[in-house]
Nanobody
Framework: VQLQASGGGLVQAGGSLRLSCAASGRTFSSHDVGWFRQAPGKEREFAAGINWSGGRTFYADSVKGRFTISRDNAKNTVYLQMNSLKPEDTAVYYC??????????????????????WGQGTLVTVSS
């Protein structure tokens, strides 16, 4: 599986962006997916996750209520809709995936080391 993240850009505080994570490979519909972000000088952190079917979603407290993760398995794509953006959301955003583990604890979705495949990242810059 190869992942391609896109949709980043420059936006004013309060604005919106939608990131896309497009995957090659027929097995992506059976993958759990996470979005992570890394701000300058900071460690990579979990933002949002979604299980293979879309039936379970997870969010970091810092983005809950503002970001929505979703997927379209027919298009092999996972989305991250980001609303009410803040300057502190500025970061490179990465999508990651791994073969599904039904019923796995949400803890694992938040761990970067749990994922096997990573996209190249897309830069989101939020100006104040």
């Amino acid at each position: 599986v190869q992942l391609q993240a896109s949709g980043g850009g420059l936006v004013q505080a309060g604005g919106s962006l939608r990131l896309s994570c497009a995957a090659s490979g027929r097995t992506f519909s059976s993958h759990d997916v996470g979005w992570f972000r890394q701000a300058p000088g900071k460690e990579r952190e979990f933002a949002a996750g979604i299980n293979w079917s879309g039936g379970r979603t997870f969010y970091a407290d810092s983005v809950k209520g503002r970001f929505t993760i979703s997927r379209d398995n027919a298009k092999n794509t996972v989305y991250l809709q980001m609303n009410s953006l803040k300057p502190e959301d500025t970061a490179v955003y990465y999508c990651a995936s791994r073969e599904r583990r039904p019923g796995v604890s949400s803890y694992y979705f938040r761990e970067a080391g749990w994922y096997d495949y990573w996209g190249q990242g897309t830069l989101v810059t939020v100006s104040s």
